[in-house]
């Protein structure tokens, strides 16, 4: 017996010695912008964004360096769905640009979008160009500022976005004033009669259902999707593509979504409209947006 217990035991060990090791978490920039500490991590193939600290908890964006098209976190997958409503846009506005993953993701997929994106940190500009690969050229124009004030410029000029994406993050959450019916109403206001907003939130955020009717007050009944995200997409006038007009026009983009790992047929599975919050909870204006409390007390 004890001779089998040596075999078993020098078998086990031979077995550890040979395993890979974990691969290690490595920075390999850091920086400390006007708005927030920045760090781009490595952790094997691995490379990420994130805005708190150096750890694989906190990660905004991340990207995998031996399949860069692959869309890693499944909010950018829902995020990305949205073409679902709105396979052709001529115009994408995208406020927050991380590493940049949505903005190259629509390029790659509706090549002749003209794509504003916002940015208000222009370290996280030049960070997204340095080590995600994010490239501008004609179609893609980055502007440096606070994406409300961006917003109201473009109310001005008499703006029409077909797909506008809200994607910006401070270092817990969403900035205040970005929550708002009031910037959402001015949000409605650039985009066009038949665009489509979407928008990354979080499900499990003490804000969800505030965010909720704050959304719904702004739009009317919109598609939910979660995951460790919650993704809404809405439109005008409380208007909504059924679920069939989604997977008719998901057909035409499947091989594309396909090889950036993004399921048609789950993403739509998970779109519902149904009202999983109190409608009676009170809405996020400008005069009440107290997020960073109620986040906090989830």
Same mark, same amino acid.
């Given at each position: ?9 020098? /078998? ?46 906190? %990660? ?16 950018? %997958? ?94 817990? =959450?969403?900035? @205040?004033? /970005?929550?708002?019916?009031?910037? /959402? ?22 804000? =969800?259902? =505030? ?11 919109? =598609? ?34 396909? @090889? ?6 789950? /993403? ?13 909870? %009170? ?14 007390? %989830?």
């Amino acid at each position: 017996m004890m001779k089998n217990f040596f075999a078993a035991a020098t /078998l086990i060990f031979a077995a550890l010695l040979c395993r890979p090791a974990a691969a290690e978490l490595k920075t390999i920039h850091s920086e400390k912008s006007l708005y927030r500490n920045i760090f781009v991590t490595e952790e094997g193939d691995l490379r990420c964004l994130t805005f708190r600290r150096a750890t694989a908890g906190t %990660r905004q964006t991340c990207k995998m360096m031996s399949n860069p098209n692959h869309l890693y976190f499944p909010y950018t %997958r829902m995020m990305i769905g949205s073409l679902f409503m709105k396979p052709h846009p001529g115009r994408v506005l995208i406020i927050g640009l991380g590493g940049g993953t949505l903005p190259m993701t629509v390029h790659a997929l509706a090549p002749e979008a003209a794509i504003d994106v916002v940015e208000i940190d222009p370290a996280v500009v030049k960070a997204a160009r340095n080590y995600f690969g994010f490239v501008t050229d004609d179609k893609i124009n980055v502007h440096e500022e606070d994406g409300r004030v961006f917003v109201k410029k473009a109310i001005a000029q008499k703006a029409q976005y077909d797909l506008i994406m809200l994607d910006a993050f401070a270092d817990d =959450y969403i900035p @205040e004033h /970005l929550l708002t019916r009031e910037f /959402l109403e001015e949000v409605k206001t650039v985009l066009a009669p038949d665009g489509v907003v979407a928008a990354n939130t979080f499900s499990s955020s003490g804000l =969800y259902p =505030y965010e909720s009717v704050t959304y719904a007050a702004a739009f009317g009944t919109f =598609y939910n999707l979660k995951q460790a995200n919650r993704v809404i997409w809405a439109q005008k006038n409380n208007t909504l593509p059924s679920l069939a007009t989604l997977q008719e026009n998901a057909k035409g983009l499947d091989a594309a979504m396909t @090889e950036r790992g993004v399921s048609s047929s789950e /993403l739509l599975s998970e779109a519902s409209t149904k009202v999983d919050w109190a409608t009676n909870t %009170r809405l996020l204006t400008d005069q009440y947006m107290p997020s960073n409390l109620l986040n906090a007390a %989830r």
